[in-house]
């Protein structure tokens, strides 16, 4: 069982404020990553990390930036919510796979996040 | 460049049918890799098979099966007596060998009626 954890689950908050996505991993993976969810069941990537202190931008624009200080820890932050941020964030990991072999990614519950 | 597509959008189909989830995939990489996830309503995306592009024999894993054909890049997910807890979103991803990213597919909703 995937032992990736992502806090709040749920955040409903106004525009113009501050927020942090926080995500976790006890597995020791290098890999992390952010995938952005719309209503429609897209996933789109945001964001994603190789190790600690590598940070690449995804497949789709965002205004949200990450960081990766540790392994197990890769919080997403918003500077200034807008409605237009609103969505299901999921974050995920793998392993960093020898000779190239590519490891399924584990996902956490995901983070509903509404902008008022 | 990478490309999944999921043409169903969503089923439904009568418990203990069976349903195909069809996955066309398209990738210039002769080395590649193809997931399946479910996304159940609780909204984590779990994990049920990886295939590399090597590895063409078809797997079978209880009610579960897949066929993978790379003759027209397809890898088609076949649920055999369908129950009301295999209602879900589906999705097929394929990552390349170059980078680590995992492109999805847009995800077929199945819905199992009891």
């Known amino acids: 069982e995937a032992d990736i954890y992502q806090t709040p689950r749920y955040l409903v908050i106004g525009t113009g404020k501050k927020i942090t996505l926080e995500c976790s991993q006890t597995?020791?993976?290098?890999?992390m990553y952010w995938y952005q969810q719309d209503p429609g069941m897209e996933l789109h990537l945001i964001h994603y990390?190789?190790?600690?202190?590598?940070?690449e931008k995804g497949d789709l624009s965002s205004e949200s930036t990450v960081s990766r200080i540790r392994t197990e820890h890769f919080p997403l932050t918003l500077e200034s919510a807008r409605p237009s941020h609103t969505s299901q964030y999921l974050c995920?990991?793998?392993?960093?796979?020898?000779?190239?072999?590519?490891?399924?990614?584990?996902f956490g519950e995901g983070s509903r996040l509404t902008v008022l | 460049a990478q490309k999944v597509t999921q043409a169903q959008t969503e089923i439904s189909v009568v418990e203990k049918e069976d349903v195909t989830l069809d996955c066309v995939y398209e990738?210039?990489?002769?080395?590649?890799?193809l997931f399946w996830y479910k996304q159940p309503p609780s909204g984590e995306l779990v994990f049920l098979i990886r295939r590399n592009s090597f590895d063409e024999q078809n797997e079978i894993s209880g009610r579960y099966s897949w066929n993978f054909q790379k003759s027209t890049s397809s890898f088609n997910f076949t649920i055999t007596a369908s129950q009301v807890v295999d209602s879900a979103v589906y999705f097929c991803a394929l990552s390349d060998h170059r980078d680590d990213k995992i492109i999805f597919g847009k995800g077929t909703r199945l819905h199992i009626l009891p």
């Open positions: 995920a990991s793998s392993e960093g796979g020898s000779s190239g072999i590519k490891r399924e990614l584990f």
């Open positions: 990738t210039r990489d002769t080395t590649y890799y």
């Open positions: 597995m020791g993976h290098d890999k």
């Open positions: 990390s190789y190790g600690v202190n590598s940070t």
